[in-house]
């Protein structure tokens, strides 16, 4: 497997940015590469993506020179393979069930002895097998990210035990179901700043998993300054690409309607 962009931006300190694709359609994923993300965020919970939808996203990601990160709907090794067999350089799971689940997802994103992957060697992740096996095994366990996401207090309660697990490369602390679960939900709230901070500072105190906040997200608006302050080196950029065309289309309309206004006027 070729060099992850996102882990080597991590690697180096840097705040490793990607775009979430939002549009059923891979041309998106070029657009996302040809704007400078790092990598394109492919979101198989919160959308209709298909299995053959998501392979060519993929495939259009790799061939750009940014990562595929796949959310996968369930932490289901079965669904997590063939999105890996795919091609995919990042999977992100959803809901991780303590550290239970993270194991769970470990197991399924690692080739032995760290996780339990089962392999095909004529799969496009391992170049139609045209890349040797022990090669692949050992490119693919070092250059995949696997992020984990703890949206829930059993989660939050268990993060350093998660984060010090080998194979999980990202916390991920996602505001909106944090903020949810926790009952606090003002954007505004100092508290829920400060627990964002805090659960930062206790993943970084391991010294293992990296940690992922959205930047400017709406439920918890952080600046990029302020991720980097926090030990962040990766987030997300929002808004989706729908949002901003339907953003812009609103704007377009309005300013059209007031010019138009103004001319029936006279």
């Not at 926790?182 to 500072?201: E, I, K, S």
């Not at 990296?210 to 950029?237: C, D, F, W």
């Amino acid at each position: 497997m070729k060099d992850n962009r996102v882990k080597r931006v991590m690697r180096e300190g840097g705040l490793a940015i990607v775009s979430h694709i939002g549009f059923s359609d891979p041309a998106v994923v070029e657009i996302i590469a040809a704007a400078g993300f790092d990598g394109a965020f492919i979101d198989m919970e919160h959308s209709a993506f298909d299995m053959k939808t998501v392979g060519e996203m993929i495939r259009v990601a790799d061939l750009c020179g940014i990562t595929p990160i796949v959310r996968v709907p369930e932490n289901n090794p079965k669904t997590i393979l063939r999105i890996l067999d795919a091609g995919a350089q990042g999977i992100q799971v959803p809901h991780i069930e303590g550290v239970e689940g993270a194991k769970r997802a470990v197991a399924a994103v690692r080739y032995p002895p760290v996780g339990e992957r089962g392999g095909a060697g004529s799969t496009r992740a391992a170049g139609y097998g045209a890349v040797p096996w022990t090669e692949h095994m050992e490119t693919s366990n070092d250059e995949i990210l696997l992020i984990v996401m703890t949206e829930d207090k059993r989660g939050l309660d268990e993060i350093e035990e998660i984060a010090a697990i080998d194979g999980v490369d990202v916390i991920s602390l996602g505001p909106t179901d944090i903020s949810t679960a926790l009952g606090m939900t003002d954007p505004n709230d100092p508290r829920l700043r400060q627990t964002f901070v805090d659960l930062a500072a206790r993943v970084n105190a391991v010294g293992k998993a990296k940690v992922y906040i959205p930047v400017n997200h709406s439920a918890l608006r952080l600046s990029p300054q302020e991720l980097l302050s926090m030990g962040v080196n990766y987030t997300s950029v929002a808004p989706a690409p729908p949002t901003i065309v339907l953003n812009s289309l609103k704007e377009s309309a309005a300013r059209i309607r007031e010019e138009t206004a103004k001319v029936a006027t006279f």
